[in-house]
């Protein structure tokens, strides 16, 4: 068999050997200072953050057109622009509405709301589901069902006494609601 069918060559290798530990524990150490938030249940712009971490740093063991410094730069540079836009979301409220989604009111008063559910693409089984992981057997024992932002589902129960309407301020409602 040609030596290339398994590798190219022995520095090739070792060059992988070499790199992998080197991006592996800059990669721990970078998302322990970045926070955690960078491996938390993710929104839409720490998943794309984590996506391209994973791209870069495969690219870079690969050695795929990038030196090592070049990853590693790469990571953090976008580790730092993860912490800057996080920092301005929760400063500039023009700026988290446009870059958070909203929760979204999936139930209200054991009825779903199948508008909600339609633009957010969510099938009453998925809602099912997730009363019976709060505890619940039907939807008309849930008071509230409320889609996150980070795609979990919250399921306030009827018999949640201390919930009020206000507790619905920042959760995006069907104008009927």
């Known amino acids: 068999m040609q030596e290339s069918f398994f590798y190219d060559s022995w520095r090739d290798l070792l060059q992988i050997a070499i790199t992998v530990p080197i991006i592996y524990f800059f990669i721990i150490v970078a998302v322990r200072v970045a926070g955690k938030r960078s491996t938390s249940q993710m929104n839409n712009f720490d998943w794309i953050v984590t996506v391209a971490i994973g791209a870069i740093a495969g690219a870079g063991i690969m050695?795929?057109?990038?030196?090592?410094?070049?990853?590693?730069?790469?990571?953090?540079?976008?580790?730092?622009?993860?912490?800057?836009?996080?920092?301005?979301?929760?400063?500039?409220r023009p700026l988290q509405r446009l870059v958070k989604a909203r929760p979204t009111l999936l139930v209200h008063e054991g009825e779903f709301i199948e508008e909600s559910m339609r633009r957010e693409r969510i099938t009453r089984g998925?809602?099912?589901?997730?009363?019976r992981v709060s505890g619940l057997t039907a939807v008309d024992q849930a008071k509230w069902v409320i889609l996150e932002p980070d795609a979990s589902m919250s399921v306030i129960p009827m018999s949640n006494d201390t919930a009020s309407p206000e507790d619905l301020a920042e959760v995006q409602t069907p104008k009927k609601t």
Not at 67 to 90: C, K
Not at 126 to 131: H, P, Q, Y
């Open 63 to 92: 050695r795929k057109g990038s030196a090592i410094v070049e990853t590693l730069l790469a990571i953090a540079l976008l580790l730092l622009l993860q912490w800057l836009l996080t920092t301005a979301v929760r400063m500039n």
């Open 126 to 131: 998925e809602v099912l589901s997730a009363l």
